[in-house]
């Protein structure tokens, strides 16, 4: 299983992009779903994630009331839209499924696929 994300470009701060998590294997709503991050020479950054049985998630200080996770049940995917974006956004983003253990450790999640690049600049 992989879930693929889509939906990156570039962008001038400022900016939205809206990222798309989609796959054919599995159904996103079942699952608890994760965004990613990862600048070049830089760790894997935890993002945002919801858990739709319970409603718990996570939203990094560095994206608090500027990203935002949505779902479409009916078309299977999982969405981020990012607002007010910075030059220090720019990294390419993963969708990921939570597995167990905390949601800002990459090392909770499976079924990572091909990232997308988010590019922010002037």
């Known amino acids: 299983v992989q879930l693929q994300a889509s939906g990156g470009g570039s962008v001038q701060p400022g900016g939205s992009l809206r990222l798309s998590c989609t796959t054919s294997?599995?159904?996103?709503?079942?699952?608890?779903i994760g965004w990613f991050r990862q600048a070049p020479g830089k760790e894997r950054e935890g993002v945002s994630c919801?858990?739709?049985?319970?409603?718990?998630?996570y939203t990094a200080d560095s994206v608090q009331g500027r990203f935002t996770m949505s779902g479409d049940g009916a078309k299977n995917i999982v969405y981020l839209q990012m607002n007010s974006l910075k030059p220090e956004d720019t990294a390419v983003y993963y969708c990921?499924?939570?597995?167990?253990?905390?949601?800002?450790?990459?090392?909770?999640?499976?079924?990572w696929g091909q990232g997308t690049q988010v590019t922010v600049s002037s």
């Open positions: 990921a499924s939570w597995i167990r253990g905390d949601y800002d450790r990459s090392r909770s999640y499976a079924y």
């Open positions: 294997e599995i159904r996103l709503d079942d699952y608890a």
């Open positions: 919801i858990s739709p049985s319970d409603g718990s998630r």
